[in-house]
């Protein structure tokens, strides 16, 4: 580049620009319904999906979100863990959608909803009835105490709110919502940024906002290619009963590995990607991630950051690779397979030329409940060898979408 030209920042346009503008939007409702509840009611259990057992700052945004999605595609397909209670969303489409691809978003309301939860109680210990979860995010200790209990950094390791939309079988975007710091997270086709947004009772500002104003207020987020001393370091879930048998199952990880090279085993789902971003420390790099046979809520965010984000050195080259790993006697959790082979996997191959997948959402229609859904799935920076030999080794396929 040469006379200071700057680049000429990649747009969208269409059917594509909507869909992305109301994940924001969607994600900002939510937002501000959660910091206007009061403290006690986000902790309290609700029944609104006619069982008394999910917390409010579950409900809460999730009826938001919900709310702001149908209003823009009736006809969509919603995933979400709680609602997906009532049934099989999947029968709820138009008629004259049978047989073709059809949209669905998936969405994760509160991920990190237990650590939330934990923090929202220390902080109300008097239990205040007037205090709102605002007073408790937009406290100055927040982040230091977040990160004290939680780890960090808050931009990754914070509750938040995430939404991925798919259409015809390919994720063209996903956008996040950390509540902790208050950031917007965008993957797209015109690229991955970040944005702070605005105080959430400054209602005017934030109601504006659409992705063009996240690219042009926002910053591009970058994603790391770690050198090999960091190859090895990984992030995945181990925190409750069955997913260490399940990780190991997978002959990728041993024993020695889990000990010496897993950086952190309770982490958030959707954020678990921005641990191969700028934002983690350069000096405790990440080299992979991987969904241990957790549900598609947790993953599916991931694949738009897939899609979309550009390798540092070759704009041509993704930064990101996507592996699907299969296990020869899979594990079950809840009656569901943890790591799904081929012929029960979510992903079939529509370009066999050029082995590139689709999201198969027919496969979905099996379950009493598709959220839930799982799968094994990793995410290593473009350059780590370690993974790429490794993924030939074990035949474990590579994840790659068509262009549209």
Known sequence: MSGGTRPVKALMFGIEE??????????LLANYALLEAT???ALQRTSVWG???????????????????????QYA????????????????TDPESQGRSRTFFVCDPADRSAQLSDYLLRFNRDQDPSRKVAEALKHPQCRTDWET??????????ALSAITCVRRGIPICSALLNYITQELFVACSAGVYRMAIPAHDDIESWQTIDFRRVQSCGKALHFRQAGPEHWKRFVTFLGKEGYKDNLL????????????DLHYDQPGGPSRVLYLSELQPNDHAVGFILANGEKIGEWIHWFAFCRFAISPNDIRQPALRLYEISE????????????PPPAYSIFRMADSLNRKFILDVDRLEGLANPSLYRGMLLVAASSNQTVLKNAKQHSHRLIEFPDS
């Open 328 to 339: 020869e006697r899979p594990y079950t959790k809840d009656g569901i397979l943890m790591s």
């Open 51 to 73: 069982e008394a057992d999910t917390l409010g700052l579950d409900a809460i945004p999730e009826i938001a979100i919900l709310e702001c999605l149908r209003s823009f595609d």
């Open 18 to 27: 909507a869909y992305c503008d109301t994940l924001i939007r969607a994600l």
């Open 39 to 41: 403290i006690i009611d």
């Open 149 to 158: 209990a939680f780890t960090g950094p808050c931009s990754i390791t914070g």
């Open 77 to 92: 397909i919603m995933l979400s863990d709680e609602s997906g209670k009532d049934g099989n969303p999947l029968a709820m």
């Open 249 to 260: 199952g997978s002959k990728f990880i041993n024993e020695r590995t889990i000990l010496g």
